[in-house]
């Protein structure tokens, strides 16, 4: 963060004990205006650091920061489960398991050099699952697995996981292709947009 100092506009005193004009100031006494003068000072840096346009790079740190407090959170709250997890409870091998996330069959999120696979997945049959993410395959993962677990009106309610378990695969794969269709234009747009600025 890149910090505006206003100190150099403040001419210091040759005495701590001396105004600019050689004035005694109290210096000692609870509101000495040496005391009330720095503490101006200060609150204005503070304002003026907010003001201070962040660059491009400071912005991506903060999302980066914003992003990694969130994925930790979905892990804590066992939204996502380690690849070791996932792999013995569909009695596959962590190999199968990439293999179907570079084939589009399932998705994962690398957090702090770990696989983590949404927890919804083990309630649901592996073909459900793998047909759905499918139709999903254009979206990254942060927002394929917010997706999944959104609650959803035209499912009445229910995330995708609750329909599929409800025996409503079809509204599920219909949502999601509206909703990849959707994303994927609008991703479209952005890039044209960001394309014709640049």
Not at 54 to 80: H, M, P, Q
Not at 180 to 197: D, I, K, L, P, Y
């Amino acid at each position: 963060m890149r910090q505006i100092s206003c100190m150099s506009s403040i001419s210091p005193a040759s005495d701590p004990g001396q105004g600019s004009r050689g004035t005694p100031v109290d210096t000692d006494s609870e509101g000495g205006d040496s005391r009330h003068a720095r503490q101006a000072i200060k609150d204005l840096e503070l304002r003026l650091v907010e003001l201070v346009p962040k660059t491009d790079a400071e912005i991506d740190l903060e999302i980066a920061e914003g992003s990694a407090l969130v994925e930790n959170r979905w892990i804590r709250d066992k939204l996502l489960l380690p690849e070791a997890e996932m792999a013995r409870a569909w009695s596959r091998e962590p190999k199968d398991l990439d293999q179907a996330c570079r084939e589009g069959g399932l998705f994962c999120l690398l957090i702090g050099g770990t696989r983590w696979y949404p927890a919804a997945f083990l309630e649901l049959d592996a073909g459900d699952v793998d047909s759905v993410c499918r139709v999903l395959r254009g979206l990254d993962a942060s927002s394929a697995f917010i997706f999944w677990n959104r609650r959803q009106g035209s499912l009445r309610g229910q995330t995708l996981h609750q329909a599929l378990r409800a025996g409503e695969r079809g509204a599920v794969l219909q949502l999601a292709r509206s909703f990849a269709f959707e994303h994927v234009h609008a991703r479209g747009a952005v890039n044209q947009v960001h394309g014709a600025s640049g």
